[in-house]
């Protein structure tokens, strides 16, 4: 893309100060349009420099630059040149490019310069002062509710962060319905929860208060009370709802809302900002890409020889090498998650006899400190952790990763380097919520046949009232932690360093400073731009989505997030960060099909979590089954009695040795109870399981089925119903169309009749000539 009227500051290395004189007197080159400023080498103080390796290298690049057509005072394709210039020749293969000389230092850096100060107008007229325009319509925080300028800011920054804004928008605008029915579900269980049956019952001193539980872990662990948990059981019944059904089913159908309506408002962009037949043209190949080209092979199409930078088994060596690398490194997430359930494992033994009390104990902390409570409070803040860690090592494993596999083309870079960094973060941050919702308490086995896991730690089970409340709690410790750690390390960190840098300049510096100057003292933007940005914001896209079942309060929270984000985004790009060189875009990207596969795996995941994580399947099965004859004793359909007819009975003399708690025994009574659905002690099926517990998996089966069919049926309608284009964006296009055969039609049929004109004329001249009659 060419890029008008824009500076761009090529900054030498080794210059301790640089002075504002447009002689440029110690050496820096400025390349600025309409400004002439030619580089005089003969000035460097230190004369010795022009015989360093690094000066002829510099030497040799600058010249080949003027050789290749840049004018260093003036130009209009800045970037593309200044990338593909050859520096260097080492072993028949060349050396180009002005980011290689920034990696290496001898460049310090490379940027177009901003118009003006974001504080105030320029005081030369002929500048727009667009940045300051920006600042103040735009990045401001006063302007939070304010819509977008996305046509001033895709005319200053291009289409490709132009695009990011406007997608970002549109999410931002579409989260405010999925929040306001959030909110409305969250609201009806809070206003329902009184009227919970089976919270009362465990609340209730004569049921709860009766009901002796079997310790759940081996030796340490001791009998409790089921009325601990009456404090969950509440939070419970406003999450495990039938508003949160409702809620599940409606997120589903949102997401298919907001893609394809998305869709639309792309295509819409893309007539009005030009770039309907972007991917249709050429796309430049990356200068990595040439600088590796050695091999020559036959194009198959054109039957011509050209250079490729491997063979064909070459290319094979790197792809296997690069998929094994992902491979490794998803196992190695996956260790840590696996870390992380041994912690659990293993510290619920130490809470559970720290915490632990007898049966009848009564003080207030018991009621909400209970030892399933501190393991997951306490595992789900080191999996936060352990998160925000893993991902700074594994953002520069994904780089590394695509920069071997060298992709042809920037576009080709992008989309690779986009599938990994969100694979390793899918794997990273979904991993816990994945655990605690479809593993966690779903293989335990019962008291007396424990299930162990890698054969020495017993697994994790569930509270009474289930895991629902605690992958809750990791959802809002994990979106929550994450927004401020990002919204901190985003805005903090490149504030703190450009003001650092300001103050030492400052202390240097006793003329006015130049804007290039300026500038260079802001943050580089880095190579990968808004590709952070993109990640993190499609990251909270799935705990939107993914497990919305448990936590309906997620849209609302990213909504609050996202109005924060668009003007922080603005602020940083405006006040703390170099202007970036402006970049074509027809959409965002691989990011399209990567929204697309949450959205079809979120059904999935809701109907999973409601169906076996909550309990709304099993209390809806005793409501219509089990609550009247022939299972139940109640004359009509009821919740009184669900929470004993949940709760297996167990023989403490079942117990093994190995498992047999150490503390002792209060009371007379001789069994303690479990969660699970299975026969009592003296049955002929002994702790097997019972009928309810299989008209329970059927059930469960049998919503799954048809939640997700009924769901994607309606996704298929809505994606059918809604084309992808307006049809006054399709009017446009057409009529645009129309003008332009209609204008190449009319300029042929000029210079038809221009030229047969001219014949014309030639003809009746010949003619003229042969019949005039001769002079006497």
């Known amino acids: 893309m060419n890029v008008e009227n824009q500076d761009v500051l090529l900054d030498l290395e080794g210059e301790e100060e640089e002075e504002e004189d447009d002689d440029n007197d110690d050496g820096e080159i400025v390349l600025e349009l309409n400004q002439v400023i030619i580089p005089t080498y003969g000035t460097v103080p230190d004369q010795q420099n022009l015989h360093t390796p690094e000066w002829r290298k510099r030497q040799v690049y600058e010249s080949n630059l003027i050789n290749n057509g840049l004018q260093l005072e003036a130009t209009r394709s800045v970037h593309f040149i200044l990338s593909r210039v050859e520096y260097a020749t080492k072993n028949n293969v060349k050396k180009f490019g002005i980011n290689k000389l920034l990696d290496t230092g001898i460049y310090k850096a490379a940027f ?71 909110v409305g579900c969250f609201l009806y269980g809070c206003l329902t929860k009184d009227n919970c049956t089976w919270s009362q019952e465990v609340c ?31 939070k419970l019944c406003i999450f495990d709802s039938y508003g949160t059904l409702v809620f599940a089913v409606f997120m589903g159908i949102w997401v298919t809302f907001f893609l394809e309506f998305w869709k639309r408002r792309q295509a819409e962009l893309e007539y009005e900002w030009d770039t309907v037949e972007y991917l249709e043209q050429e796309e430049q190949v990356r200068p990595e890409y040439e600088a590796r080209c050695t091999h020559v092979v036959m194009n198959e199409i054109t039957q011509q020889e050209e250079h490729v930078p491997y063979t064909a088994c070459g290319k094979c060596v790197r792809m296997t090498f690069c998929t094994s690398a992902i491979f490794f490194w998803i196992l190695l997430i996956i260790a840590s998650v696996v870390g992380i359930i041994v912690y659990r494992l293993s510290v619920f033994l130490v809470f559970s006899s720290k915490l632990s009390q007898h049966i009848n104990g009564t003080e207030a902390i018991r009621k909400y400190l209970t030892p399933q409570t501190a393991t997951s409070v306490t595992a789900s803040l080191i999996s936060f952790v352990v998160i925000m860690i893993l991902n700074i090592v594994y953002e520069k494993v994904a780089i590394l990763i695509t920069d071997f596999e060298l992709p042809r083309t920037q576009t080709d870079y992008e989309n690779s380097l986009t599938t990994k960094m969100f694979l390793f973060q899918f794997v990273n941050y979904y991993s816990s919520c994945f655990y605690i919702a479809f593993f966690k308490g779903k293989f335990v086995g019962h008291p007396g046949s424990p299930v162990y896991w890698l054969g020495k730690y017993r697994n994790e089970e569930c509270d009474p009232g289930g895991c629902l409340l605690e992958l809750t709690t990791q959802l809002a410790i994990i979106v929550g932690g994450k927004a401020i750690w990002n919204n901190i390390q985003e805005v903090l960190v490149p504030l703190v360093k450009n003001l650092i840098g300001r103050y030492s300049a400052a202390a ?149 040795n190995e498992s047999k708690p150490s503390s002792p025994w209060f009371g007379n009574q001789t069994t303690c109870r479990y969660r699970d659905l299975r026969y009592p002690p003296g049955h002929q099926h002994q702790y097997e399981h019972n009928i309810y517990y299989w008209h329970v998996i059927a059930a469960k089966l049998a919503f799954i089925i048809v ?70």
């Open 508 to 656: 240097r510096s006793e003329k006015v400073v130049p804007r290039w100057e300026h500038d260079y003292h802001l943050q580089p933007i880095g190579k990968l731009g808004l590709f952070y940005e993109y990640l993190e914001m499609v990251i909270q896209f799935g705990f939107v989505t993914l497990f919305v079942a448990s936590f309906p309060l997620a849209p609302l929270l990213a909504l609050i997030n996202n109005m924060l984000e668009i003007r922080l985004d603005a602020w940083k790009l405006t006040t703390q960060f170099r202007r970036m060189v402006p970049q074509k875009a027809q959409d965002i990207g691989a990011w399209q099909p990567i929204l697309q596969g949450i959205a079809i795996l979120a059904v999935v995941t809701n109907a999973l979590i409601i169906a076996f994580t909550s309990d709304m399947i099993p209390r809806l099965v005793y409501y219509w089954s089990f609550s009247v004859p022939p299972y139940g004793s109640h004359s009509t359909h009821t919740m009184e009695g669900y929470i004993n007819s949940t709760l297996s009975v167990f023989s403490i003399s079942d117990f093994k």
């Open 112 to 182: 177009p310069l901003h118009d003006s100060s974001f504080r105030h107008l320029s005081t030369d007229p002929r500048c727009p002062s667009e940045r300051y325009l920006l600042y103040r319509e735009w990045a401001h925080p006063k302007n939070i509710f304010k819509l977008q300028p996305l046509d001033f800011i895709r005319k200053y920054y291009g289409e490709k962060i132009g695009i990011y804004f406007a997608w970002l928008g549109f999410y931002t605008n579409m989260l405010t319905v999925a929040a306001v029915v959030g």
């Open 707 to 776: 939640m997700e069919h009924v769901i994607y049926f309606v996704k298929f309608i809505i994606s059918y119903v809604i084309p992808d284009v307006s049809e006054k964006t399709k009017s446009k296009v057409k009529r645009e169309k129309y003008l332009t055969q209609k204008l190449l039609h009319e300029n042929d049929l000029k210079g038809v009749k221009k030229t047969m004109g001219k014949i014309a004329d030639k003809i009746i001249k010949g003619a003229d000539s042969t019949f005039r009659p001769k002079d006497e």
């Open 204 to 234: 209730d001193p004569n049921i709860g208060g009766n009901i002796i539980m079997c310790p759940q872990c081996d030796r340490v662990c001791t009998y409790w009370n089921l009325t601990i948990t009456c404090e969950s059981s509440k």
